[in-house]
């Protein structure tokens, strides 16, 4: 019974733009890219989880998603939630009967997170969540593939608990600070354990301390 996660992720370019007033393009850009590619790390050694599918408008996106393995689908610019949509029938498409949707921005996020949110869903239908810090989403579990449209974007938590509550299914949720804790702000770089980190968000974010602008106190 294969569960296949899913990745958005933003154009580079628009990327972190809450960063912008202090880590400029290529710094934010570098950000992006290692934390999406030590998510995708995780995700490859969750042994619950078949593949990852990585939706993106940007092709230097899909490149590195290729690189780490996974299944890379250019999004035709129709926004976030109908992008995981068509992530979503790509990985239908691929046998999976489960996804875990998860953004790339989730620098402490472990293999035994995703193992426990998989092992959650244990009927034939089931919704889990596991909300952000500010009461969005940060993984979303849907057990059959359509169980649900996923309603990502500001507060979404409360807005798939109601969605889930719609179709009948009584949602699971799932909590811990790893999984709570992804990047929005200046303060949430700076909060980062560095010890916890994945090898390639560790080395961006050890150089970007190092600069004046982001220098730990």
Known sequence: MPTWAIVPVKRLSEAKSSLGHVLGEGERRELVLSMLADVLEVVKATPSL???VVVSPDEEVLRAA???GALGLLEPSVGLNRAIELAIQRAAAEGA???LVLPADLPLVKVADLENIVAMA???REVVLAPSKDNGTNVLLLKPPDAMSPRFGG???VDHLWEARGKGIL???YRSTST???VDDVQDLM???VEELGAHTRAVVQRIRRGTKLAKK
């Open 155 to 157: 507060e979404s938590f």
């Open 122 to 124: 244990r009927s034939p």
């Open 66 to 68: 290729r690189v780490s």
């Open 191 to 193: 909060n980062l354990e």
């Open 171 to 173: 949602p699971r949720i």
């Open 50 to 52: 078949a593949g990852a």
């Open 180 to 182: 709570a804790m992804d």
């Open 97 to 99: 009967d489960a996804v």
